[in-house]
């Protein structure tokens, strides 16, 4: 049993998500086969000796607002390829909610180190979020396609086939059990960098993130575990295990350590 599958699955039950029994077996499975660094105890205590520096936590921070953002833009344009409107709403809610949380994070610069930007930086940091909410995003309309050979659709609009949305929706849901991992070893540190007056707004604001990502993993795995009822087992079960191994690989280089401990990442690899 690895603690990144049931960290998950306990926050779905916490959450009160129906999940999809041969999604758990097949996220068990993965992370048992190619268990996760992010669950392993030497990661949780690195993140916590360099989160001790507030200039390394306050950057994290800061990096956490830029991969929110980031997210948020890569999430919408997959959305806007994808054919079955269910799934390209939820994407987009998905791609929301990260916009919302970019700017969560520069709030939370904001509360805890108060005085230690500079005013033009504060300002900057608040274009870190593409600002899409349900009143106001961009078009839901896929893109055009300048390579014929990539469409599909015979409309001159990307618009990926099923595969292709399955193993990205798989993708975003290994990721958003990271993300939801990182959140939770992200909590104890905000509380013990907040004063008196502002630990319970930072609390909430944890509270927030940890159901936001607790969802994310319920709508992908809703999604996979549709995918699986229509006959699909097989594929899922091996696109789960060799996605959580290029997931562990990404961000287990040495180059890529210092920088992603700390960060919450959201986007999608290679949509
Ligand atoms: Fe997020
Ligand atoms: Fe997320």
Redesign the pocket.
């Known amino acids: 049993m690895n603690n990144v599958s049931e960290l998950a699955i306990s926050y779905l039950q916490r959450y009160g998500c129906q999940i999809d029994e041969d999604y758990k077996t097949f996220l068990r499975e993965a992370c048992k086969i190619h268990p996760p660094p992010h669950g392993m105890a030497w990661y949780g205590n690195f993140y916590r000796q360099r989160a001790r520096e507030a200039e390394w936590f306050a950057n994290s921070l800061i990096a956490n607002a830029a991969e929110e953002g980031n997210g948020s833009r890569k999430v919408w344009q997959f959305s806007q390829c994808i054919s079955e409107p269910e799934y390209a709403e939820l994407v987009r809610k998905h791609s929301i909610?990260?916009s919302r949380h970019s700017k969560m994070f520069v709030a939370l610069v904001n509360i805890l180190f108060p005085t230690q930007l500079e005013a033009d930086f504060r300002v900057q940091l608040q274009g870190l979020s593409p600002e899409y909410y349900h009143h106001k995003h961009p078009t839901t309309e896929p893109p055009l396609v300048s390579d014929r050979s990539l469409d599909n659709s015979s409309s001159g609009h990307l618009i990926l086939d099923t595969e292709k949305v399955m193993d990205e929706i798989i993708k975003i849901n290994l990721l958003?059990i990271r993300?939801l991992i990182l959140q939770l070893l992200l909590r104890p540190v905000l509380q013990a960098y907040a004063t008196p007056e502002n630990l319970a707004k930072v609390t909430t604001m944890s509270d927030v993130f940890i159901y936001?990502?607790t969802k994310?993993i319920d709508y992908s795995a809703y999604c996979i575990g549709k995918y699986i009822q229509q006959g699909n087992q097989e594929w899922v079960r091996g696109m789960i295990i060799s996605r959580q191994q290029s997931i562990n690989e990404m961000f287990l280089t040495d180059v890529e350590l210092e920088n992603s401990v700390g960060t919450t990442v959201?986007s999608t690899p290679n949509t």
């Open positions: 909610d990260e958003e993300a936001d990502e994310h959201l």
